[in-house]
């Protein structure tokens, strides 16, 4: 029983840090994105590359843990569902 939902847990976290590895770095290139530019129109800016790259990793990272945690609640979830219904009820003791 608690192995059951142990493999459903562990299941669903990496389940969903796979998902947010997909998910997360569109949704912060989208974020990101300047607005209102004309199309063709470049950003003239400085940046600093090793802050750049720090806050995206630090980005993805979070993303990542916050997709693990999903994961497990609704591994979790699945597997109490899964065990429960697959438990036999057990004959009555006279």
Do not use: C, N
């Amino acid at each position: 029983m608690v192995k059951t939902t142990t493999i459903f847990v562990l299941l669903g976290a990496l389940l969903g840090i796979v998902a947010a590895s997909y998910i997360v770095p569109p949704a912060l290139s989208w974020y990101t994105e300047p607005g209102g530019l004309p199309h063709g129109a470049d950003v003239q800016s400085l940046v600093q590359v090793p802050a750049v790259i720090k806050y995206a990793t630090q980005k993805l990272m979070f993303g990542q843990l916050v997709g693990a945690a999903i994961g497990a609640v609704a591994g979790m979830i699945l597997g109490i569902v899964f065990v429960r219904r697959g438990r036999s009820p057990r004959p009555a003791t006279p």
